[in-house]
C-alpha cells in the first residue's frame, strides 16, 4: 500500500464508522430499504465485477409537486482489471493502472415522480457524490460522482450506474455498470 492511500483508507474506515453509527441513530420510525446489487461495470470496453449495498430512506414529497426523493447512501466495491496495455499510465506526476480494486462510499438522493399506482413511480434517479479508495484510469481521483437510472419494484431493482469525477481531473474515463438487487423493507 503506498503511503498516499493510508490516509484515504484511514478516512474511508472512519466514514464507513460515522455511517454505521448514523444508521444505528436514526429514529425508529424511519423506514429503510436494503438492497444488494450485484453487476458488470465497464471501462471503455473492458468488464470486471461490482457490488453494492445500498440504503433508500424515507420517502419525502418535493413541495405540493409529484416529484420526491429519499436520502440514498451505499457501500460498493469495483474489482480491479489486469490490462497490460493500461499499466504504468502517467499523467500529471501521478501513475495509474486498472488493477486496483475500488471500495465506495456514497451518500446522496434518490428521485421519484409519480403517484402510488403510477406505473412509472417504479423509475427513479439517484445522485450521490462519493469518496473511494482505488486511483485508476476510471477513477482517477479520491472523490467520484455516482449517478443512477433505474427502475425499483417491491424485491427487485434494476440499474444503470456511472462513477466519475465529472471531468475535473484527468484521466476521468469513469465506470459505467449495469446493476441487479435484491431489495427488502427494514
Known amino acids: 500500500m503506498s503511503l498516499s492511500a493510508r490516509p484515504l483508507r484511514s478516512v474511508m474506515t472512519r466514514s464507513i ?3 454505521a453509527l448514523a444508521s444505528i441513530a436514526l429514529p425508529a ?3 429503510v ?4 446489487e450485484a453487476g458488470r461495470s465497464y471501462m471503455d470496453s473492458y468488464a470486471t465485477n461490482t457490488a453494492f449495498v445500498e440504503g433508500v430512506f424515507d420517502e419525502h414529497r418535493i413541495g405540493d409537486s409529484r416529484f420526491s426523493w429519499s436520502p440514498d447512501v451505499s457501500l460498493g466495491w469495483i474489482d480491479g482489471r489486469d490490462i497490460a496495455g493500461y499499466d504504468n499510465y502517467r499523467h500529471d506526476g501521478h501513475l495509474y493502472s486498472t488493477r486496483d480494486q475500488s471500495w465506495l462510499l456514497a451518500g ?3 428521485f421519484r415522480y409519480g403517484d402510488p399506482g403510477d406505473w412509472y413511480r417504479s423509475l427513479f ?3 450521490q ?3 473511494h479508495t482505488g486511483r485508476t484510469l476510471a477513477l482517477s481521483t479520491p472523490y467520484e460522482f455516482v449517478s443512477t437510472l433505474g427502475w425499483q419494484g417491491r424485491h427487485f431493482m434494476l ?3 456511472h462513477i466519475s469525477n465529472g471531468d475535473l481531473h484527468s484521466p476521468n474515463r469513469g465506470e459505467t455498470m449495469a446493476l441487479v438487487g435484491i431489495g427488502f423493507d427494514l
Not at 430499504?33 to 444488494?36: K, S
Open 33 to 36: 430499504r436494503v438492497e444488494i
Open 159 to 161: 440499474g444503470i450506474r
Open 17 to 19: 464508522m460515522v455511517m
Open 108 to 110: 446522496g438522493a434518490r
Open 125 to 127: 434517479f439517484s445522485f
Open 29 to 31: 420510525a424511519a423506514a
Open 129 to 131: 457524490p462519493a469518496l
